[in-house]
């Protein structure tokens, strides 16, 4: 469970960063112009649910990787990313280390 959670955390910075890095640029390029008002939504939605955002990002399988870039896009402050992503990893990995658990316990 520390490996996936390490590696969650990582995972999950490496984005934030990324969209930092990038998020001035990302807007003028062709894939955002075309998608502008469903990143829109997406930004806004963000900084209107903040933490939440981050922790049910890291929870859900479909928008998991890119919900770390997009925060990293909408300017969040770093020290809030770490302290939600810190907080989503625990509750993910913890869930992923009862779900094998409980696996291994039904086939044992």
């Not at 075309?34 to 049910?56: H, N, P, T, W």
């Amino acid at each position: 469970m520390m490996l996936a959670f390490a590696g969650a955390c990582v995972s999950d910075h490496l984005g934030f960063y990324l969209g930092r890095w990038f998020g001035p640029r990302f807007h003028h390029t062709a894939f955002a112009q075309k998608r502008a008002s469903k990143l829109q939504k997406a930004e806004s939605f963000i900084l209107k649910y903040g933490g939440a955002a981050i922790v049910l990002g890291r929870l859900m399988t479909a928008v998991r990787s890119l919900v770390p870039a997009l925060v990293g896009v909408s300017g969040t402050q770093p020290i809030k990313f770490t302290m939600m992503d810190i907080l989503a990893c625990a509750i993910w990995s913890m869930g992923l280390g009862l779900l094998v658990m409980g696996l291994d316990n039904l086939f044992a």
